[in-house]
């Protein structure tokens, strides 16, 4: 098999592994605004390597590293070459052998249009078998607080997140990934970064994707820790533009909190439910059982304004929802909605998805929603925890107009 046979199959067995759009997470998501703006930015904070191997390998988290300082110029003080930058990075691996895949040249705009960011792919065998390793090296506009960060357990199958400040600022995160798919597919990332932006990924797999060879990635976390924050990763920096822009911590969300939310919904359970895996820090969801049954929650809240006022307005709206939506309009202005769903807004067979929320004439808004499953990538059909009318007890109780 050539080269460019064994790329695309690498590339469709990635692929392959790419998990399902949740058409129905897609749905709550487009009535949760304020979460999608946060996990937009998460979604910048782990952008990775060239689009086209992003999209393909699911490369999607990117770190910063190195000791090197950030220098004021706009333009590269070290040009370097695609094979100088990859032939970098397989140096500071372990002994073994490597295979190119791909590689970008440093200051150059690749496929994702980015010139603050470069990167490469290559298969490397220590012996046990080919896994693919990638690396990205990108200078960003993002804090560690940002830039540094564990992926979203109720959204992705984890293992263990590690997670580390230095007393420089920076920081270092170690995340072990399985998949949703594939029980003996593994995907390890290491994360460093800067406080001025300077960020390196090592992102690695037990194999291919498609084709676990071995039962974890061949480096283990002192390895990955190690390479993330390697001293050799200055000369790639040098290699790239340097940002107009300091790093600036991420703008707080408006409105409470992600706990402050979880804090009120917890007391409005039914008596007799169990909360449990309440995780606060990647949004306000957590996992609740109740009379043999577990599902998780998500709840959101709209503060009095023109944009929820206009969320009223499309709630309300015929055929804004899906055939099995309730509205009832109160006497006070304003709108209950429940809702249930399959996979995707106008699905129903199997219902996979619950919600409820209440608009209010000024804005405001109350949502939560049900997914019938311990987290968010393993919903199943079946009844939930709680039925739409305790969801509706929930979002209406008065504690959240206060």
């Not at 067995?13 to 937009?40: K, Y």
């Not at 952008?47 to 988290?61: I, Y």
């Not at 429940?338 to 209440?358: C, E, I, S, Y």
Request: proline share 9%; aromatic share 6%; net charge negative.
């Amino acid at each position: 098999m050539s080269f460019e046979d064994e790329f695309a199959q690498a590339l469709r067995g990635a692929v392959a592994l790419a998990p399902e759009p949740g058409l129905h997470t897609l749905a709550a998501a487009a009535q949760r605004r304020g979460r999608r703006r946060r996990n937009q930015r998460r979604a910048l904070a782990v952008s990775g390597l060239a689009a086209v191997l992003v999209v393909a390998v699911s490369l999607t988290a990117v770190v910063g590293g190195g000791s090197h300082a950030a220098r004021p110029a706009t333009e590269p003080v070290r040009p370097m070459t695609a094979e100088e930058s990859v032939g970098l990075f397989t140096s500071l691996l372990p002994p073994g052998k490597s295979r190119v895949l791909f590689a970008a040249t440093p200051a150059e705009a690749g496929p994702n249009g980015d010139r603050y960011q470069t990167g490469g792919t290559v298969l490397f065998d220590d012996g046990k078998g080919e896994s693919m390793i990638s690396y990205t090296v990108s200078r960003t506009e993002l804090t560690p607080e940002a830039g540094a960060v564990c992926m979203d357990g109720f959204s992705e199958p984890q293992e263990a997140c590690e997670r580390a400040v230095d007393t420089d600022g920076s920081a270092l995160v170690v995340d072990k990934l399985k998949d949703r798919n594939s029980d003996s597919h593994r995907e390890w990332r290491a994360t460093w970064a800067a406080p001025d932006g300077r960020r390196v990924t090592i992102i690695e797999h037990n194999g291919q994707p498609a084709t676990p060879n071995r039962e974890n990635p061949p480096l283990d976390a002192e390895q990955l820790r190690a390479l993330v924050t390697a001293p050799a990763w200055a000369r790639l920096f040098d290699a790239l533009p340097a940002r107009d822009i300091a790093p600036r911590p991420p703008t707080p969300e408006p409105g409470p909190k992600a706990e402050d939310l979880l804090a009120a919904l917890v007391p409005l359970l039914p008596p007799g439910a169990v909360p449990s895996g309440q995780d606060g820090r990647n949004g306000p969801h957590l996992t609740v059982t109740y009379e043999g049954r577990t599902s998780m929650l998500s709840v959101s809240v709209t503060e009095p304004g023109e944009r929820g006022v206009k969320d009223k307005e499309y709630a309300e709206a015929e055929g804004s929802a899906g055939p099995l939506a309730v509205r009832e309009r109160r006497p006070d202005g304003s709108t209950v909605v429940t809702n249930m769903f399959g996979n995707g807004k106008t699905a129903v067979d199997p219902v996979l998805h619950w919600a409820a929320a209440v608009h209010y004439a000024d804005g405001r808004a109350i949502e939560i929603n049900e997914w019938n499953g311990e987290n968010g990538y393993t919903f199943r059909p079946g009844n939930p925890a709680l039925g739409v009318d305790q969801l509706k007890a929930i979002v209406t109780a008065p504690v959240w107009l206060r």
